[in-house]
């Protein structure tokens, strides 16, 4: 009891440190937002009107109505859209850092029982890219995301066709645009900021959005970890051979026997992840003959003797 009385106040002093800082950043942003508000309309290929609406159509999905929606603007806005420094950027840094300590809070109570390890490993599934892409997509965030990245649209197509697969989340199979995490991190910090660094708040509006939450009991294992598990059990020596920049591909050998492949161009640690997968797919096929031949053989010596 001591012990959690004292991780929580450790816990309460982290959050009043991080809220000092965030005091000071809330008064340099007062000095931003002022002389935004004095800036000259950004050409968004839209009237200012639509944008308005666009807002509040925002808002409508947080269920949360800024007090200052140039923090919204700015939430939804990629550097790439403008040369003047006007970017999600720093929103996201902010709504990084009160998001990893609403799901530090949340699993410490959710969770007395599991290790620091654990709860770390949890925690970082449920804030990580893929797992807050899919929040934006799920919610149709990515539409009010202002941008002059002309790949990012397709990247958004084929993430949105690739999770179906996955409906919790690929643990490193799909390549996420890492725009789409960045707008849900944005928003989280500007509704903090907006709401006076209320983190109750901030919860109340973002629970359920960010449903489903990956729990205990639905949290997997990622495929390079997992594949040096298994083999580790049975003294299998593991071996990815790099093929990347020959042909995007890595092979994998478990004892010097081929057992998997994975490719992807854009991203080497996918072709990475996916060779991993590929492996634990074949290996289960060949563990499985060799657990049946190992019983054959055995029931073959009980007979003969």
Not at 232 to 245: E, S
Not at 258 to 275: Q, S
Request: glycine share 2%; charged share 30%.
């Amino acid at each position: 009891m001591e012990s959690q009385q004292e991780e929580s106040a450790a816990a309460a002093a982290a959050t009043l440190d991080m809220i000092k800082v965030l005091e000071i950043t809330s008064e340099s942003h007062k000095g931003t937002k002022e002389s935004s508000d004095d800036r000259s309309e950004v050409a968004s290929g839209k009237q200012t009107t639509d944008w308005l609406a666009d807002l509040d159509e925002v808002e409508e999905i947080l269920n949360y109505k800024f007090k200052s929606k140039k923090l919204l603007e700015e939430a939804l806005t990629h550097a790439s859209f403008s040369d003047q420094c006007f970017s999600y950027e720093r929103l996201e840094y902010v709504g990084d850092s009160v998001l990893n300590l609403l799901f530090t809070k949340e699993q410490f109570f959710l969770y007395p029982d599991l290790p620091p390890g654990a709860l770390t490993r949890l925690r970082s599934a449920n804030v990580d890219t893929e797992k807050l892409a899919r929040v934006a997509i799920k919610h149709k965030l990515h539409r009010y995301l202002r941008h002059k990245m002309p790949l990012l649209e397709e990247q958004i197509r084929e993430f949105s066709q690739a999770i179906l697969d996955y409906p919790l989340h690929s643990n490193g199979l799909v390549d996420t645009p890492k725009a789409l995490a960045d707008i849900v991190e944005a928003a989280i910090g500007a509704v903090f900021i907006d709401s006076n660094f209320s983190i109750d708040i901030v919860w109340k509006i973002f629970k359920d959005l960010l449903e489903p939450i990956i729990s205990q009991e639905t949290l997997k294992v990622h495929p390079v970890t997992e594949l040096y598990e298994v083999c580790q059990k049975r003294n299998l020596k593991v071996k990815f051979v790099d093929l990347w920049k020959e042909n995007m591909a890595f092979d994998v050998f478990i004892d010097d026997q081929f057992v998997g492949r994975g490719t992807y161009g854009l991203k080497k640690e996918i072709a990475h992840n996916r060779a991993a997968k590929n492996a634990l797919n074949n290996i289960r096929k060949i563990l499985s003959e060799k657990d049946c031949s190992d019983v054959d053989e055995q029931n073959i010596y009980r007979v003969e003797n």
